[in-house]
């Protein structure tokens, strides 16, 4: 079975799949802290490439920070994910005008994580999102083995 390709490109300001808007400053950094930590995640994991291959057939590993504070000296923040196929299915004119649409892989219950970092600013805050995708994204990995097969 050739390597199963994930997406990390969020170049397109109109369909992210890092979002970080609720770092308001910091979320360019966020975001790019997010993008670091799946590459990371895969670097070791010899069935995954994030690298360009010709024609891909993998997963986009969508991730949102849904709460975000910075009070007093304690910065916290949650982030829950999506595990979607690639590349976007497009349909047909007859089933739905030739738009794309993301296929979700299930993952049993919500796929999130939280992290509280002691200190205030950016520097708090990427490193409770290192510690949030050091924790998550490997769980990714079986999910999506198994679903891998079945496509």
């Known amino acids: 079975m050739p390597q199963i ?6 170049v397109d300001k109109t369909n992210k799949i890092y979002v970080a808007n609720l770092a308001k400053d910091a979320m360019a950094e966020a975001e790019n802290k ?3 930590m799946v ?17 891909p057939k993998g997963y986009t590993l969508y991730f949102k920070i849904t ?4 009070e007093g ?4 923040c949650t982030i829950n994910g999506d595990i979607l ?8 004119k007859a089933k739905g005008a030739g738009a794309s649409q993301n296929e979700k892989v299930m993952f049993g219950g919500e796929w999130k994580g939280s992290a509280t970092a002691t200190g205030k600013g ?6 409770c999102i290192e510690a949030i995708m050091e924790g998550i994204v490997p769980k990714s990995i079986p999910v999506m083995k198994a679903d ?3 496509r």
Request: cysteine-free; aromatic content about 12%.
């Open 85 to 92: 196929r690639y590349p976007s299915v497009t349909y047909s």
């Open 148 to 150: 891998m097969i079945r």
């Open 34 to 36: 997010i993008q670091e």
């Open 5 to 10: 390709f994930i997406n990390t490109n969020n």
């Open 39 to 55: 590459i990371k995640a895969f670097e070791k994991v010899a069935d995954f490439t994030t690298a360009t291959i010709n024609n």
């Open 73 to 76: 000296h304690e910065t916290s």
């Open 122 to 127: 950016k520097g708090a805050l990427l490193d």
């Open 67 to 70: 709460k975000f504070s910075a």
